[in-house]
């Protein structure tokens, strides 16, 4: 029995003893400042490794250790992606002008092998003036328009080469239909036709060879009054439209004939008098 009572006092006084140990320890822990320096981690002290920014430079080494070594070495210092946008923005930019050089280098190459023609009359078609002007070089493209203020036309005429346009001032004073012409070297180049606005098939080719385009038609002339004019003095009529607007003060018309022959009439009808105003049939 003694030993039964010696061995329960023994544990009862290690039970004391560790109560007491914590009991120190709850105190020192209490009273520690848990912001206190010894407790941040140092993962908490010293900010994280963070990737680099896309400002951060870049260096790019080429060849190192081959060749020469430094004179082989290509060295650059550039902003990250900062570079690269610039980068891609100077070879588009540079392309961009290397395509405008371009480009004004054949309209000025154009320009010079192109002569300008006025005093056309209505009689000379570009087939004949393209077969005139080819006695003078390979004639690359014929362009004839018309003046609105005179019963005359002028035209444009491009050479494949610069001597031809040189030779075709020769002809300066040629009589073409009824008119000594004037050949000048031209100021512009030939504009390209849009296609789209081209006719397509052989239907739209012959109705565009029996229509006439007019200008500066008087706004109390009605449609019957242009058809009957027409009809009367270059044939038949098969369609016609008279456009006009709140903004011009003269009107526009598309006659169409039967025959292409009216067409071809209806042009020696420039400058007569319809209504109040003289006409211009292109």
């Known amino acids: 029995m003694a030993a039964v009572a010696e061995g329960s006092a023994s544990a009862a006084a290690k039970e004391v003893e560790y109560q007491a140990g914590v009991q120190k320890l709850v105190d020192l822990l209490s009273k520690l400042n848990p912001a206190a320096k010894e407790f941040v981690p140092s ?9 680099l920014s896309a ?12 060749g020469n070594g430094a004179t082989d070495a290509a060295f650059y210092v550039g902003f990250g992606n900062q570079h690269r946008r610039r980068g891609n923005g100077y070879i588009n930019q540079g392309r961009r002008r290397t395509n405008d050089r ?8 154009s320009i010079r092998r192109t002569v300008y023609v006025s005093e056309l009359d209505h009689t000379v078609t570009e087939e ?13 493209d014929c362009r004839i328009c018309g003046d609105p203020h005179s019963v005359l036309r002028f035209a444009f005429i491009e050479f494949s080469d610069e001597e031809g346009a040189r030779t075709a001032l020769n002809l300066g004073g040629t ?11 031209s100021k ?3 504009l390209p036709v849009n296609p789209k606005f081209l006719p397509r098939t052989e239907d739209e080719k012959e109705m565009v060879m029996r229509t006439v385009y007019c200008t ?6 009605t449609q019957l009054d242009v058809k009957k004019f027409f009809e009367e003095l270059c044939g038949e009529v098969s369609r016609l439209r008279l456009l006009g607007d ?4 003269t009107r526009i018309a598309f006659v169409e004939f039967v025959h292409a022959e009216g067409a071809i009439m209806a042009l020696n009808c420039s400058g007569m008098i319809l209504g109040t105003l003289p006409g211009e049939p292109f």
């Open 43 to 51: 993962a908490a002290a010293s900010p994280p490794k963070k990737a």
């Open 55 to 66: 400002d951060a430079p870049v260096f790019d080494y080429h060849s190192i250790g081959g």
């Open 102 to 109: 371009v480009r004004r280098a054949e309209r000025e190459d």
């Open 128 to 140: 004949r003036l393209a077969d005139i002007f080819a006695t003078c070089g390979q004639v690359v």
């Open 175 to 185: 009589i073409f239909g009824f008119y000594p012409v004037r050949v000048l070297p």
């Open 188 to 190: 512009t180049a030939i």
């Open 216 to 221: 500066n038609i008087d706004k109390m002339v």
């Open 246 to 249: 709140n903004v011009h003060s």
